[in-house]
Every structure is written in C-alpha cells, then in structure tokens.
C-alpha cells in the first residue's frame, strides 16, 4: 500500500526539484505531453510558458478554415455573372476591370464578410450557450434573442412610428427580450434553466407580435419585412457588420480566455467549483459573451435559424472531446453560413433564397446526419 | 496513534457553522429551514475521518459546507486557521480537494485526461503543462492503480475503476486535505474494498482524508476518527471502538443489534440487526423527510 503515496512515486524518474528555469528550459524535451498533444514551451523573461495544443482540435480546426477559404472563394466567383478564379483574385486586388472590381468589392465581398461574422458569430454564442447550460440543444435563439429582435426590426419596416433603421432596432430589440428573460428569470438561476424557460416565454411572445403586425399591414409592406423574419444576407448594414466583426475577434479572445474554465464546466457544478473554477462567474461571462454576440449577429442578418446548432454540433463531432471547440464552433459556424447563403443564391437563380431558410432546409437534416451517424472513436 | 479529539493542529474546522439550501431562487417559502445548525468539528490531521449517519442528517451538506460550496449562515470554517470564505477559489483547490457524490463527465473523456484536470487549479493561461504535471498525472494513476488502463474511456470502465479514476483526480489535485461524499455507495464489496485501501494509503502518505459513508462496519475498519451525524448534530465522535455502541445505533438508525469485535482488526461489527420497536423510528422519518426538503 505504501508504495502507492503520489509523494513516493516519481513517475519519470530522473528529476529532482531544484534546478533554475534555464536548465528546465534545456531539458523541455524531456517533458512529455499528455497523449494526443503537443507541447508548445516558449521562452519569457523569468520563466518559461507552456501551452498545449490539442492535435485533433487544431488538426479540426485547420480543415475548417480550409473549407471555409475554399467555399469563399467560390462564392466570391460565382453568381449571376460567373467569374474565373484568376478574375476574382485580379478584382481582389485591384488588378481587375471596373466591373469585376464592383462585383467583388461591393456585392461579394461585403455579403462573404456578412456571412463568415454572422455565422461565426452564432456559432460561438451557441457553443457557450450550450456549455454554460450543459445542454446540446441551448441556444441563444430559444431564448428569445431573435424574436425580440425581429419584432423589433419588423416594427421598423411596417413604421410603427420609430425612425430609427431597422439593424439598429433589432439590436434594440435583442437587449430588450435579453433585459426581459433577464429580469423575469431573475438571474441566470443555478443551472441557467430558469432563464432558458423565461426566455422561451417571452420569445413567443415577440414571435406573436411580430406575427399581428406583418397580418396587419398590406402585403407589400409585409414583403419588405420578410427578410427580417427568416434571415438574409442581402440588406446588411455596413456599419452593424464593422461592429460585429470587432464583436467577434474580441468575443474568440474572451471566450479563449474563459476556455479552460469552460472546460470544467462540463463536468457538475461541485466539481468544477472543487476544481477551483468560479462557476457562477464563468457562467456570467459565457452567458453575456453568448447573448451580445448574438444580437449582433441579429443586426446585420436577422434571426437565421439552426447555425447555433449545427456549428458547434459539427464542430464537437470534428474535434476532441477534451476541450469545448470554441474556435472550431466559429469557424464551422461561418462555413455552414457561406455555404448556405451560396446555396441560397444559386440554387433557384436568379430567385435568391434567404440564407436563413436555407439553414432550415438543409440544416435540418444535416443535424440530423450530424447525430445519427455512429461515434467514431478517438484515435 | 493518540485518539485525539481536538487535536491541536487541525487542519481544517468548523466552529458554530449553520449550513442550509433555499438561498437563491428555489423554492422561496422554506427558505429558512436549516440543515445544519451550531455545528462544531475539528478534523484530526493525517488520519482518515469517516462521517456517518441516517438519510438526511446533512453528512453532505457539512461535507460540502467544509469545502465550500455552500456558504454559511452563520460561523466559520477555518483551513489552517484562516477563514474559507477569504481563500481564493484557485487556491483553495490546491489545499483542499472534494470528491462529491454526482460525479458526471463529458463522453468520450479517457482516464489520463480525467485526472489531468485535477492539475487545473496548478496550471494557468501560459502554464498548461510543467515537468510537474506530467509526473504527478503518472503518479495519480499508479497510486489508483489505473496505470494499465489510463486511456481507456470511462464509459468503458467498471464502477469501481471509475471511482478510482476520480479520486485519482482529486489526488492530482496534490492537496494535504482530501473530502470524498460517499465514494463506496453505489459499488460492490470488492470494488468497495479498493476505494477503502486507497483511502487508508492516501492517510499512510499523510493526507488527512474526510469520508462519507454508509457502511458503519467499513467506517469503523478503515477509519480512525468516526463521526455520527443526526438531523443536523454531532451526537458522538472518536475513535470507532470507543464510540460505537448499542444505544448510538438505536439513536441514529433506529436499530438493535449486538455488536462483536472483528476477530483480526478488533473494530466494531454489526450483528443481529433489527428495527427497533421505539420512538426513535420517528426520528429517522423525520430526518428522511427533511432530506426530501433539503435536495428539492
């Protein structure tokens, strides 16, 4: 039995305690990662930092972001008028003619910006929902985020008597349905329950309002408001897009900072907290990181249904189940995003479909596809 | 070993504490009922001190209470003589380690990757992996005994592997004070048996270790301090032999029973055990009943 004490046992041997950093620094070789992991030791003033790097999750995340480059491509090439690849890039750069510059930079481009943040964005928003309420199906869209937004932009177009335009309404609209599930729920609860239920009620609500006013008005107004109910990627606004692209880098740097005590969070609240992690905290972070990315997310594209399930869904499947895949979310998030948005314009041209009801039509079984498929093991 | 009862240097005590649920939003009307009042304990250090009690008598709640994840009420917790509540949560997860009862890991996770977050209060943004780590993740598992099986997947392992897997966490976690809340109740006798020696080796290597548990007999062969527990009160505590008797068994249990020494240990056994036809079965309703509160 004594030999089993950790203070007896040296599983590798051959160390002693003493030695100054620039010896260990020598020996970083000799520190072995963990399985599946490489060990990334740098240099700094003192002391030496570590990090590890998950091999699948990076090796996930970097046929993501292939993906993704090769689907923007795509997209910036194809449309209504075809552009050869070697013809998009000349535009790209500024080598191009008039005409193809005004494609790319204009029309394309902004719409390929468009959908990378908003899908990024939602993506991200959900994997955090889902984490901080230990639930797959959480996401800031049942908790009434888009409906309050959508009312609200909706309200704009019909002229309900407000000037101002509807992106911004909508984020008006998504902090106030946040304000309302907030105050009704009165905090985020203990397992953030309480609030998933008190957001579900006051999204219905919104999504009723919206619904009386578009039966209200005459139909080529209502028109107008459609995008706005299911999720386009065509009437963005320039400025909410700046807005959310800022948004987002600094929401994957906060949420990177917040990723390990993310990590523990998966496991029950007790241990977690046993483990040292401020767990009502760290949930106050992920539940304010989740809910403003999505608003803003709203603002630029509306509610676009399915991407802040399929995102972190695709990207979980992808990656290691030993970290939460918050960049692998985004980066599978704004692919799901562009492919649908491209779908979206190509598959009944020169008709465009909203993005957002191309998420739900294909979404929907690919989620499906996504669960239903036997786990793989983890090699 | 000198059964001492309050030791001088205990490492972690509680003085008048009073712990209870119903802070937050759950159930307002019965807010006000506590689980534990005007509790006193003091926990001998390097020995392994078993918690015992019927349903309900709030061992998990003290327990909880001693790591923190309850605030008192009233009183104070004090670990080395500071009070709990002013030691930052990191920290205090490197002196203080808890094992609860609802355990539940994320699918897929292996052995080795369980353990390695017991490094997680040792290990920062730019410090996620040291010489350190490595060698005491390997010493973990070769203290559980889990070496062989250190990528197996937990969905793949038996109970009492798995409970060994977690405690191993919590060894990793290097704290001189280790709290688990029933890690024996859902195994078998053998599996039991291993969670049991693992216990005592971690007391052997100077851990002074806090355990829950069901089984009086096991508590009073593998422990050396015995606490008993009844609807929110310490009615007796010290070294098993002295005070586990016929009249304690009735007052927490409601049972008779006679009571033999083990032919080879000399702890306390129970035999013959039968409900006992007294006023005190009331007593462990009561307390069953108050359980029911307390978790709703």
């Not at chain 1, 030999?3 to 305690?17: E, I, K, N, R």
């Not at chain 1, 562009?338 to 998420?359: C, F, H, N």
């Not at chain 2, 939003?25 to 001998?44: D, M």
């Not at chain 2, 001189?176 to 969670?195: I, K, M, N, R, W």
Request: net charge neutral; with cysteine.
């Amino acid at each position: 039995m004594d030999t089993s004490s950790p203070a007896s046992t040296t599983g590798l041997g051959d160390l002693s305690d003493s030695g100054s950093s620039a010896d260990h620094r020598q020996q970083a070789d000799v520190i072995r990662p963990p399985a599946g992991h490489w060990r990334l030791a740098l240099p700094m003033a003192g002391n030496e930092a570590a990090l590890l790097i998950d091999r699948r999750a990076l090796v996930a995340n970097l046929g993501l972001l292939l993906a993704l480059l090769i689907l923007g491509a795509l997209s910036l090439c194809l449309g209504s008028v075809t552009l050869s690849p070697l013809a998009s890039a000349r535009a790209l750069f500024g080598q191009g003619s008039a005409m193809d510059s005004f494609l790319i930079h204009e029309l394309r481009l902004p719409r390929l910006a468009a959908g990378i943040a908003t899908g990024g964005a939602f993506a991200l928003s959900g994997c955090l929902m889902q984490t901080l309420a230990r639930n797959r199906l959480a996401t800031p869209g049942i908790i009434g985020i888009d409906n309050g937004a959508t009312a609200f932009a909706v309200a704009s177009v019909v002229g309900l008597g407000v000037s101002l335009a509807p992106p911004a309404l909508a984020l008006v609209g998504a902090a106030t349905a946040t304000a309302l599930t907030f105050g009704l729920a009165g905090g985020i609860g203990t397992r953030g329950y309480r609030f998933i239920v008190a957001g579900i009620g006051v999204g219905a609500v919104f999504g009723a309002l919206t619904q009386l006013m578009l039966a209200r008005v005459d139909i080529d107004t209502a028109n107008a408001a459609y995008p706005w109910t299911v999720g386009s990627l065509n009437a963005r606004d320039p400025v909410s897009l700046k807005v959310l692209e800022v948004s987002l880098l600094i929401g994957l740097l906060l949420s990177r900072r917040i990723a390990q005590a993310l990590n523990v969070l998966r496991f029950s609240d007790s241990v977690a907290a046993g483990l040292g992690i401020q767990v009502t905290r760290c949930r106050r972070w992920a539940l304010m990181l989740s809910v403003s990315l999505t608003a803003l997310a709203v603002s630029v594209a509306g509610p676009v249904g399915m991407v802040a399930l399929i995102g972190p869904e695709l990207a979980r499947h992808l990656s290691s189940p030993r970290g939460v895949p918050l960049v692998g979310s985004a980066l599978a998030g704004a692919l799901v995003m562009v492919s649908a948005d491209l779908a979206g314009r190509l598959m009944l041209a020169p008709l465009e479909i909203p993005v957002g009801i191309v998420t739900a039509v294909i979404g929907g079984p690919v989620l499906l596809w996504i669960l239903l498929r036997p786990t793989r093991k983890v090699p | 070993m000198m059964p001492t009862h309050h030791p001088t240097s205990a490492p972690l005590s509680a003085h008048d504490l009073e712990l209870g649920y119903g802070h937050g939003n759950a159930g307002r009307g019965k807010s006000q009922h506590s689980v534990i009042e005007g509790l006193n304990i003091s926990l001998p250090a390097g020995q392994v001190t078993a918690i015992v009690g019927p349903n309900g008598c709030g061992k998990s709640t003290l327990l909880a209470g001693l790591a923190r994840l309850h605030a008192p009420r009233r009183g104070a917790v004090h670990l080395d003589g500071q009070d709990i509540q002013h030691i930052p949560a990191k920290e205090l997860a490197r002196r203080l380690a808890l094992l609860p009862q609802e355990t539940h890991a994320p699918e897929g996770l292996t052995v080795a990757e369980l353990i390695r977050f017991g490094r997680q209060p040792h290990q920062g943004f730019l410090q996620q992996w040291s010489r350190e780590d490595a060698r005491v993740v390997e010493s973990a598992l070769a203290a559980a005994n889990l070496t062989a099986l250190a990528d197996r997947t937990l969905d793949a392992m038996s109970g009492g592997q798995r409970q060994r897997a977690w405690i191993a966490m919590a060894i990793a976690q290097q704290t001189p004070l280790l709290l688990l809340d029933e890690p024996t109740s859902a195994l078998d006798l053998g599996h039991q048996l291993e969670v049991f020696e693992l216990v005592r080796s971690l007391a052997a290597a100077g851990k002074t270790v806090v355990i829950v548990v069901h089984d009086l007999d096991s508590a009073c062969r593998f422990a050396d301090h015995l606490v008993a527990m009844q609807a929110g009160r310490i009615i007796a505590e010290g070294r098993p032999k002295d005070v586990v008797t016929t009249a304690l068994l009735r007052e927490l249990y409601g049972i008779d029973c006679t009571l033999l020494s083990d032919p080879v240990t000399g702890s306390p056994i129970l035999a013959n055990m039968r409900r006992a036809a007294t006023p005190n079965a009331d007593n462990g309703m009561q307390a069953s009943s108050q359980a029911c509160v307390s978790g709703a």
